[in-house]
């Protein structure tokens, strides 16, 4: 399923955590390469769904956030939480394509896109609108599904009404990754591959055993160096 219509359909029921192994695992990583200090920042969130990313940024103190999403219906989610956990924080939610951001040049000190690549086919167009948003000197964190997860089969899916579907992923190897960010302008500056951490596995759930013997995501933490 495309991600526009599958995220139209998931938005109901998407809270604004991490709400499974996978991205709690995702999610350890990317707030251990996130600055401990966002004080008087602009972070930028693109595809930030229901605003998980949001949220953490808030937290360490950014002053200003933008989120950008192309589901309508993740946005809304996302405004509905922000407004009532944070009514005074200066929070800007737009419609918007990863590869084609509403955002003028150099704006964002931290961009966070966290598991979104993937449902792109193309992997530099994105990055390359990252680095445009991203002044000289800032942060660009992204995770995505790691690849060896498309070699095990695994499908990002999930239910609605009743039923189960498979929302579209490409994968992104991290040669891919290293090609474009030496080309655009990126240092990548670290690297984490986290593997699920048996605890969040719940009790009787069906699971892929293999799993826990491979990382399941891919986290980089990029600096705009040009």
């Known amino acids: ?51 998980r990313y949001i949220l953490h940024a808030l937290r ?15 946005l809304q989610r996302a405004g509905a939480e922000l407004v009532q956990d944070w009514p005074a924080a200066r929070i800007d939610l737009q419609q918007g394509s990863l590869d084609q951001l509403p955002l003028t040049d150099a704006v964002a000190d931290l961009s966070v896109c966290g598991l979104v690549v993937g449902h792109l086919q193309r992997l530099w167009p994105a990055l390359e609108e990252l680095h445009r948003v991203t ?32 929302v579209r992923h490409t994968q992104h190897l991290y040669s891919h990754w290293h090609s474009a960010c030496t080309a655009l302008g990126f240092a990548i500056e670290a690297v984490a591959e986290p593997m699920l951490d048996p605890a969040d596995i719940p009790a009787g759930a069906r699971f892929d055993q293999t799993a826990l013997q491979v990382p399941v995501a891919l986290v980089l ?5 040009a």
């Open 1 to 51: 399923m495309e991600p526009a219509a599958a995220y139209a359909l998931w938005a109901q029921a998407y809270p604004p955590h991490a709400h499974n192994p996978v991205m709690l695992a995702e999610e350890r990583a990317m707030l251990a390469l996130m600055p401990a200090n966002l004080q008087d920042q602009h972070v930028l969130d693109a595809g930030c769904g229901s605003g």
């Open 60 to 74: 360490r103190g950014a002053r200003h956030v933008s989120g950008v999403d192309l589901s309508p219906e993740m």
């Open 135 to 166: 002044r000289v000197g800032g942060i660009v964190l992204c995770s995505d599904v790691h690849p060896i997860g498309h070699a095990l089969g695994w499908r990002r899916d999930f239910k609605a009404d009743g039923q189960h579907y498979a």
């Open 221 to 225: 933490r990029l600096r705009r160096v």
